[in-house]
C-alpha cells in the first residue's frame, strides 16, 4: 500500500482494493478539474470505483486528498491508467477567475506548493524521474499533462498525441489542463520537486526531525512536513545576525569614541 502521509485518505468504496494493481510506475499526470475538490470529490463518491477517478486532488488552498492508493490504478488516463499515476487540480470557484477552453487559471500559490510535495514523494516512493515527459509513447516516463495524450482536431497538431502515442482520453480537442498550467508544470512544479527530493537528501534528520519509527521509506514523507519550517528558521537565524551586526557597530562606535 501507498499513501500520501499529507493528503486526506478519502477512499470512494469500504473496499479500496476494488482496483488492479498497477502494472509499474512510469510517472504522473497533471489534469484540471473544470470544478472544485468538494465538487469533484462529491462526483467521484457518487459511482466509486466504478467510475472515473484519481489518484490525488489539489484544491484552491492546496488542500490535497488521496481517492486511490498508488499501488492501484485510477481510471484518469485510459490506455495510460495500468502505468501513470494522476492528479487532478481545481479551477473554479474562490479565487480563479471565469474561464472557458484552454484560457485555464494559473494554479495558485498553495496548489504550486502542494502538487509539488506530490510530485517529489510519488517520484521518490515508485522511483520514477522528475523531468518533463515529452509525449505520451509507452516508454516515456516522468511528469506529463492529460493533453498529451489527447487527439487535436485536425489530428497530430503540436502539443497533442503524437503517432505512436497512448490515447489518455476519448475526446478530442481537451485542452486539460490548460495553458498556463502547462507552462507552470515546466516552470515551476518540477523544479519546485526537484529541489525538495535534493533537499530530502542533505536534510539531517535528526533530534526533533527524525521520523518516529526513524524509517527510511518515510524520509521524503517526513521532509515534506517539516520543509516548511526550514524557512522560518532561517528568518530566525537571520534576525540574530542582524542583532549581533548591531552590536558590533554600537562596539566600534564606543571604541573610537576613547
Same mark, same amino acid.
Given at each position: ?117 506530490? &510530485? #517529489?514523494?510519488? #517520484? ?7 523531468? #518533463?515527459?515529452? $509525449? ?116 566600534? $562606535?564606543? &571604541?573610537?569614541?576613547?
Amino acid at each position: 500500500m501507498a499513501r500520501y502521509p499529507i493528503a486526506e485518505w478519502r477512499p470512494l468504496a469500504a473496499d479500496p482494493t476494488h482496483q488492479p494493481l498497477m502494472d509499474k510506475h512510469d510517472g504522473i499526470v497533471l489534469h484540471t478539474m473544470v470544478g472544485t475538490l468538494a465538487g469533484t470529490d462529491s462526483l467521484f463518491h457518487q459511482d466509486g470505483y466504478t467510475g472515473t477517478e484519481s489518484h490525488f486532488g489539489v484544491g484552491a488552498d492546496g488542500t490535497v486528498y488521496q481517492w486511490t492508493d498508488t499501488s492501484r490504478t485510477a481510471d484518469a488516463q485510459l490506455d495510460g491508467n495500468p502505468r501513470l499515476l494522476s492528479i487532478e487540480t481545481a479551477d473554479m470557484g474562490g479565487p480563479f477567475p471565469p474561464w472557458t477552453g484552454s484560457n485555464v487559471p494559473a494554479w495558485t500559490k498553495g496548489q504550486l506548493d502542494a502538487i509539488a510535495r506530490i &510530485v #517529489a514523494w510519488a #517520484a521518490k516512493t515508485h522511483d520514477f524521474p522528475v523531468r #518533463a515527459m515529452e $509525449d505520451s509513447k509507452p516508454g516515456q516516463r516522468g511528469v506529463g499533462w492529460h493533453r498529451l495524450g489527447i487527439d487535436s482536431s485536425p489530428p497530430f497538431q503540436p502539443g497533442y498525441r503524437i503517432r505512436g502515442g497512448e490515447h489518455w482520453s476519448t475526446s478530442v480537442g481537451k485542452a486539460c489542463p490548460g495553458d498556463r498550467r502547462i507552462a507552470q508544470i515546466k516552470s515551476e512544479i518540477i523544479p519546485r520537486a526537484q529541489a525538495i527530493l535534493q533537499g530530502a537528501a542533505r536534510l539531517d534528520l535528526s533530534q526533533d526531525l527524525t521520523p518516529a519509527d526513524n524509517s527510511r521509506d518515510d524520509t521524503v514523507g517526513h521532509a515534506l512536513r517539516i520543509l516548511p519550517r526550514v524557512p522560518d528558521r532561517f528568518d530566525a537565524m537571520g534576525a540574530r545576525l542582524d542583532d549581533i551586526e548591531k552590536k558590533l557597530d554600537r562596539l566600534i $562606535d564606543l &571604541v573610537k569614541a576613547l
